[in-house]
């Protein structure tokens, strides 16, 4: 089933991040537009939970789509695109150095079993391979995946939104006392969660009513408020595994783009997402179709250029030319042909190989 205007939803998320890696307005006050990149991923995690809910949940629940089945099309639908950037990615690095670098092969591991992360907070297994820094959300993504299967199987609906909260808290205080990848998925788990809600309550056509917004509102809540009390009590105002070899600019000050701040920014960015999003919704979305309905001509390769972008734009550069502006644009058409050939022709020859 496509949905147009989730199709442009995730088409404008993804152009978003590629526009917030080129550093547009950097030192102006344009850069509050356009450096608020992790937003959009936020927002990939609701459109993708709701769009879960309502392609799998039904068939799921009766018993129609059994787990296999279930994995072969997530599998199918992340894992080859996934392994052509790991390869671009360490091509890219490569091809930067001047030389062939050496393969960390752990890095590797946890990226192709996806639990990577960004070295921002504790508990950080491993970064995103070869600098790929957007893979990180990836691995969150994939594990959801995961846990809606039995939840979608085996819990009656009317308890499903409490589990997902017990989930969540799980995560959050098995986390503050042992950081690690795994309680951090969780504690993400609520906020994909919320799209599922959503898919469910547009299902039922009724996207507004009071019992769905008394439980993102107070699932949020106690998110935001609980991130906001382990920030209180941390100790460390340096970053835990804080390095300052790697981060020799580092101030040791607190930092918006690290733990436990990061955490408070993502549960934000959800409630003004939601927000803004139920409000519009609430006024028939007008005007969506002349502007953001534009960017579904790029929902069929937004996964693609969201993991190919940033090794192709910003880490490899084109030597032969010495204009920036040339060289950015060789590296979008290459970037945006690439795309269209894996996740569009590779991905199509795969889903029948997969069927």
């Given at each position: 089933?496509k949905?147009?205007?989730i199709e442009?939803l995730?088409?404008?998320?993804a152009?978003?991040?590629?526009i917030?890696?080129f550093n547009?307005?950097?030192?102006?006050w344009v850069k509050?537009?356009t450096?608020?990149?992790?937003?959009?991923?936020i927002l990939?995690?609701l459109?993708?939970?709701?769009v879960i809910h309502v392609?799998?949940?039904?068939?799921?629940?009766?018993?129609k789509?059994?787990?296999?089945k279930y994995?072969?099309?997530?599998?199918?639908?992340?894992y080859?695109?996934l392994l052509?950037?790991l390869?671009?990615?360490?091509?890219a690095l490569c091809?930067?150095e001047?030389?062939?670098?050496?393969?960390?092969?752990?890095?590797?591991?946890v990226?192709i079993?996806?639990l990577q992360?960004?070295d921002?907070?504790?508990?950080?297994?491993e970064?995103?391979?070869?600098?790929?820094t957007?893979?990180?959300s990836?691995s969150?993504?994939w594990?959801?995946?995961m846990?809606?299967f039995?939840i979608a199987?085996?819990?009656?609906?009317?308890f499903q939104?409490?589990l997902?909260?017990?989930i969540f808290?799980?995560g959050?205080?098995?986390?503050?006392?042992?950081?690690?990848?795994?309680s951090?998925?969780?504690?993400?788990?609520?906020?994909?969660?919320?799209?599922?809600?959503?898919?469910?309550?547009w299902?039922?056509?009724h996207l507004?009513n009071?019992q769905l917004l008394?439980?993102?509102?107070?699932?949020?809540?106690?998110?935001?408020?609980?991130q906001?009390?382990?920030l209180?009590?941390y100790?460390?105002?340096?970053?835990?595994s804080?390095?300052p070899?790697?981060?020799?600019?580092?101030?040791?000050?607190?930092?918006i783009?690290y733990?436990?701040?990061?955490n408070?920014?993502h549960?934000g960015?959800?409630i003004?997402?939601?927000?803004?999003?139920?409000i519009w919704y609430?006024l028939?979305?007008?005007g969506f179709?002349?502007?953001?309905?534009y960017?579904?001509?790029f929902a069929?390769?937004?996964?693609?250029?969201y993991?190919f972008?940033?090794?192709?734009?910003?880490r490899?550069?084109?030597p032969?030319?010495?204009?920036?502006a040339?060289?950015?644009s060789?590296?979008l058409?290459v970037?945006?042909?690439?795309?269209?050939l894996?996740?569009v022709?590779?991905?199509?020859?795969?889903?029948?190989?997969?069927?």
């Amino acid at each position: 089933m496509k949905l147009n205007k989730i199709e442009a939803l995730r088409g404008i998320a993804a152009l978003y991040v590629l526009i917030h890696h080129f550093n547009i307005g950097e030192g102006t006050w344009v850069k509050y537009f356009t450096q608020q990149g992790q937003m959009a991923v936020i927002l990939f995690f609701l459109v993708s939970g709701f769009v879960i809910h309502v392609s799998n949940h039904h068939v799921i629940h009766e018993g129609k789509l059994s787990f296999k089945k279930y994995f072969i099309k997530r599998f199918r639908r992340i894992y080859p695109v996934l392994l052509v950037s790991l390869l671009i990615s360490y091509l890219a690095l490569c091809l930067s150095e001047m030389k062939w670098v050496g393969l960390n092969g752990f890095e590797l591991f946890v990226n192709i079993i996806n639990l990577q992360d960004l070295d921002r907070h504790p508990g950080c297994w491993e970064e995103a391979f070869a600098g790929n820094t957007p893979l990180w959300s990836l691995s969150y993504e994939w594990w959801f995946y995961m846990m809606f299967f039995p939840i979608a199987r085996y819990v009656p609906m009317k308890f499903q939104r409490y589990l997902a909260i017990s989930i969540f808290l799980f995560g959050f205080l098995s986390f503050w006392i042992l950081p690690n990848q795994v309680s951090i998925i969780f504690e993400y788990f609520i906020i994909w969660w919320i799209g599922v809600e959503l898919g469910k309550a547009w299902k039922e056509k009724h996207l507004l009513n009071k019992q769905l917004l008394i439980y993102i509102y107070s699932s949020l809540g106690v998110l935001i408020g609980l991130q906001f009390l382990r920030l209180l009590l941390y100790k460390e105002r340096l970053y835990p595994s804080f390095n300052p070899y790697k981060y020799p600019d580092y101030s040791g000050k607190w930092d918006i783009a690290y733990y436990p701040l990061i955490n408070i920014l993502h549960s934000g960015y959800a409630i003004f997402l939601l927000t803004v999003g139920l409000i519009w919704y609430k006024l028939k979305l007008w005007g969506f179709k002349h502007s953001i309905g534009y960017f579904s001509f790029f929902a069929p390769i937004s996964y693609s250029i969201y993991v190919f972008h940033y090794p192709l734009v910003m880490r490899y550069k084109f030597p032969i030319f010495d204009s920036l502006a040339m060289q950015y644009s060789v590296c979008l058409i290459v970037l945006f042909l690439l795309c269209y050939l894996v996740e569009v022709k590779l991905q199509h020859r795969i889903n029948l190989i997969l069927r």
